[in-house]
């Protein structure tokens, strides 16, 4: 039972507690669940169904379906092959950032099917540049967060109170 001068909690302190963060050690020992390789492009001809692969292509084809809901279905052709991205929730900057013609960078997991391969919600960037990871060999995702930026965002906001303070030692 907390006492009657105990501070309320700040948000992040709330949201280290939530993941199970509640001593020093705890927070030393956080690791990430996996690492992935941002570092490589994979021809569609060489990759397996359910492999994670990253690809680069060409859009040639874009279609708003509305099969049982609607769904963006875009085509990516990076020279060998052609595979649909779906996606199920999207904003109209995506259909913009993915307009046919466009090159974009896709990164997910690669299934097959009858219509062919198939990536259900894939991270998409817009091609060109360097490969993501150059200075690093791979990005961490942590447990609880569903995406590289949720990853990055968190770790950020929750690292900073701790690193401009000393820790305080409860024994």
């Not at 927070?27 to 680069?56: F, N």
């Not at 894939?122 to 490969?131: E, I, K, N, S």
Request: aromatic share 8%; hydrophobic share 35%; with cysteine.
């Amino acid at each position: 039972m907390p006492t009657a001068d105990a501070q309320p909690l700040s948000a992040p302190q709330k949201a280290l507690r939530k993941l199970g963060l509640v001593r020093d050690i705890d927070l030393a020992l956080h690791l990430p669940l996996r690492y992935e390789d941002e570092t490589r492009l994979t021809r569609l001809a060489d990759a397996r169904d359910g492999d994670v692969v990253q690809i680069e292509g060409a859009v040639t084809h874009q279609e708003m379906a509305y099969r049982p809901r609607r769904q963006l279905l875009v085509t990516v052709d990076d020279g060998g092959a052609a595979c649909v991205l779906r996606f199920f929730n999207f904003y109209p900057s995506q259909q913009r950032q993915m307009a046919v013609g466009a090159r974009i960078r896709v990164r997910g997991e690669l299934r097959g099917g009858f219509a062919g391969l198939t990536m259900m919600h894939p991270t998409v960037r817009v091609a060109g540049g360097a490969l993501r990871g150059r200075s690093r060999r791979s990005t961490p995702r942590w447990p609880g967060c569903r995406s590289p930026t949720c990853a990055r965002r968190c770790w950020a906001r929750w690292r900073r109170p701790t690193c401009r303070r000393p820790f305080r030692r409860r024994f």
